[in-house]
């Protein structure tokens, strides 16, 4: 009895020592089986469980370079704590029974609203790294942006898409020239659609967590990259071109007088600047200072995404395809059914937020399914005159 009451007092503590951004307590057990085997897949019913699991399984230098955010990962916090500043405005008697995910980029067809984002090294979770994020993403057609930092060759992952199956590439603009050109050129030659070339990187962010076990950075970006020099890219290729790390009202309206056919909102999964507003505070500063941009280009985000309504506030607020990176690179510990069973959950998420939101049809949502007021307070106000 007394051994019960102590082993309850410690598993409380336990409990109560679960970082809560990151590993909300919703009731799962992601311990360790005394075999060191992986839980079953079907034990994971939210999207944080996978961190759950990655926290255990992982070697802690894999780990951490997954999970680190810049210098005292304030920003990294935030990106996940400010979706619940928002809060949802449900309406009811609302015919929700069909309700479709269905979204079009750039023409091309796809299941849901979210995609895969670019994010290096997908080798630490799984030998086939990349090419189960590119299955998985054909079978539950979804966009997937291989990372320029890929384990696997751009070639390797354009060979493994399912027939019709589009993707994007990320890219990173090297400081040799001749790499630079060539990787542009692997890029459309293996088929990809579809280019974010990412802005928010002149130079590797402070990384506290990862710096401890010396990760060296996977780009040798270019610091002279200018918006002179994304023309000059715009004419190397005749994919579209998509800034990738947008984080102010002045860059999304640059973009838009430049010509550029997307933006990118996303503070790098909040790795490079500490500090620095999380995608969703980008989205209400454009909304506030300049709504048209979301009608001028097409606009991508992400950063802290980890649930089905976090999705419908982006949308809400004219964002038009959501992106995730830790959770899915977490997901490939079990290979790509661990990838198919998290873009599952999401789906299954939003059609379920969707409805209890009462909207029949995702293109229906904007502002007026959010209270953003208590944000509004402090949105940067960009004086137009
Ligand atoms: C392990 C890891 C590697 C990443 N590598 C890249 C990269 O090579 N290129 C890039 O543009 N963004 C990279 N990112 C940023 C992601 O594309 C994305 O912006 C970010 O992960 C979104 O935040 P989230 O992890 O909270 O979903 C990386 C992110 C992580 C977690």
Redesign the pocket.
């Known amino acids: 009895m007394r051994t019960a009451i102590i082993f309850s007092a410690l598993a409380s503590i336990a409990f109560a020592a679960i970082p809560f951004l990151n590993e909300p307590d919703t009731g799962f057990n992601a311990d360790v089986s005394p075999t060191g085997q992986l839980p079953a897949l079907d034990s994971i019913k939210g999207i944080p469980d996978f961190e759950a699991v990655a926290r255990r399984h992982m070697n802690v230098s894999d780990y951490s370079?997954?999970?680190t955010g810049a210098a005292g990962e304030f920003a990294?916090r935030r990106?996940?704590e400010i979706f619940d500043q928002v809060k949802l405005r449900p309406r009811t008697l609302v015919d929700v029974t069909n309700i479709s995910l269905n979204t079009t980029i750039f023409g091309h067809e796809f299941s849901a609203p979210f995609f895969i984002?670019?994010?290096?090294?997908a080798g630490l979770t799984h030998p086939r790294a990349e090419l189960n994020l590119a299955e998985a993403a054909g079978a539950g057609n979804i966009l997937y942006a291989p990372?320029?930092?890929s384990t696997k060759r751009i070639e390797e992952i354009a060979a493994v898409a399912a027939p019709g199956q589009v993707m994007f590439h990320?890219l990173?603009v090297s400081r040799n020239k001749t790499k630079f050109a060539s990787d542009v050129k692997r890029i459309e030659a293996a088929g990809f659609k579809g280019i974010?070339v990412?802005v928010?990187?002149p130079i590797h962010g402070a990384r506290t967590r990862e710096s401890r076990y010396g990760w060296p950075s996977?780009?040798d970006s270019d610091p002279k990259f200018t918006w002179e020099s994304y023309q000059e890219l715009r004419n190397m290729t005749s994919l579209p071109v998509i800034p990738?790390?947008i984080q102010s009202v002045e860059d999304a309206l640059l973009a838009v007088k430049c010509g550029a056919p997307g933006i990118y909102l996303?503070?790098?999964?909040?790795?490079q600047l500490d500090t620095s507003q999380s995608p969703l505070e980008i989205a209400i500063e454009i909304y506030e200072n300049a709504p048209e941009v979301f009608k001028e280009t097409f606009v991508f985000a992400?950063?802290?995404?980890r649930y089905g309504t976090d999705v419908l506030k982006l949308l809400a607020l004219g964002v038009k395809a959501v992106?995730?990176?830790?959770?899915f690179?977490y997901s490939n510990l079990f290979g790509r059914q661990g990838v198919e069973h998290l873009i599952d959950i999401l789906k299954e998420e939003i059609a379920l937020d969707a409805a209890n939101l009462g909207v029949a049809e995702l293109k229906q949502l904007d502002t007026r399914w959010l209270n953003f007021g208590r944000l509004s307070a402090y949105v940067y106000k960009l004086d137009r005159s």
């Open positions: 370079y997954y999970r990294y990106s996940l984002a670019p994010a290096a090294r990372s320029l930092g990320q990173y974010f990412t928010d990187n996977t780009t990738k790390g996303s503070n790098h999964g909040a790795r992400d950063g802290g995404v992106g995730l990176g830790r959770p690179m």
